[in-house]
């Protein structure tokens, strides 16, 4: 019986912690529409390859998982980063998912990219997927908190080693 009491009373506990907690409205309109504004605001700063401009849209201690990189954390290293001259002729981000509450949201969706790195003789052509973390500024707008990427292109395979 005082077992089932115990349960019964933390339970009651549980559910009043519960009725405290912060309900978190899910994305608004506007939330919605500003995370659009943020994606094609970055899409047009890759295509001007504008390292400082990218790095304005991450939070002051944003994290962008770059592949086959190191993280670069903090809006320095993020635009020493994207500091690569590069002729970039198509970038393209189509979101899958976009969803979050509050202050916090999420999107995944795939890339398209093509760009010529200085004093490449070729374009690389890429498509992949993506994910950010986003949270919402105190102005009502939206930065990256996190982005990862990766490619679809399989990895190249090394070169076989000359026999002696």
């Known amino acids: ?5 115990t349960k019964l009373g933390l339970g009651a506990v549980a559910v ?9 409205a899910p994305l608004t309109d506007a ?17 001007a390859n504008d390292a400082a401009a990218i790095a304005a849209l991450y939070t002051a201690d944003g994290v962008e ?15 020493e980063r994207n500091s690569i ?4 002729t ?3 981000l189509h979101p899958a998912e976009t969803a979050g509450t509050g202050d ?16 490449m003789p070729v374009p690389i052509d890429d498509t992949g997927k993506y994910m950010v973390v986003l949270r919402k500024q105190a102005d009502g707008s ?23």
């Open 104 to 119: 916090l949201a999420y999107e995944r969706g795939t890339f398209m990219f093509t760009g010529t790195p200085e004093g």
């Open 31 to 47: 939330d919605r529409a500003a995370i659009d504004q943020l994606r094609e605001t970055y899409r047009q700063a890759v295509v």
């Open 85 to 88: 001259p590069m002729a970039v």
């Open 1 to 5: 019986m005082r077992e089932q009491m």
């Open 65 to 79: 998982m770059a592949p086959n990189m190191t993280i670069a954390q903090g809006s320095a290293a993020i635009e």
């Open 90 to 92: 198509q970038f393209m």
């Open 142 to 164: 939206w930065k990256f908190a996190a982005a990862i990427w990766n490619s679809d292109l399989p990895m190249p395979m090394p070169m076989p080693m000359p026999e002696m």
């Open 16 to 24: 009043v912690l519960a009725a405290c907690m912060p309900v978190q």
